[in-house]
């Protein structure tokens, strides 16, 4: 089994920096694609950020130019690191990440979630 713990969330006033980590553990013998969604009050669960096996990334609209995502295959973590912070930024973020057990296929995994809070 593979466990995720994430890292990193908290407070911050509009226009601050995060940076969420998201650390894999378990009996991973290769990692697939690694993203992260977020998910605010009363709204659906949305990807912000990807990052592939080759390193290919792709973003959100809405933070594309502000959030910077990353991965270190080595220490099993993902990273996304959030500059200029809005209001609307505000959401539970969870990290995805596709391992392989095994089995000889990817098999997505999900963090519990950290709660990011910006003021204005």
């Known amino acids: 089994q593979v466990q995720l713990v994430e890292s990193g969330g908290g407070l911050v006033q509009a226009g601050g920096s995060l940076r969420l980590s998201c650390a894999a553990s378990?009996?991973?013998?290769?990692?697939?694609?690694m993203g992260w969604y977020r998910q605010a009050p009363g709204k659906q669960r949305e990807l912000v950020a990807a990052?592939?096996?080759?390193?290919?990334?792709n973003y959100a609209d809405s933070v594309k130019g502000r959030f910077t995502i990353s991965r270190d295959n080595a220490k099993s973590t993902v990273y996304l690191q959030m500059n200029s912070l809005k209001p609307e930024d505000t959401a539970v973020y969870y990290c995805?990440?596709?391992?392989?057990?095994?089995?000889?296929?990817?098999?997505?995994?999900w963090g519990q979630g950290t709660q990011v809070t910006v003021s204005s």
């Open positions: 995805l990440i596709g391992a392989d057990t095994g089995s000889r296929r990817f098999t997505n995994y």
């Open positions: 378990g009996s991973i013998l290769s990692f697939n694609d």
């Open positions: 990052i592939t096996s080759g390193g290919s990334t």
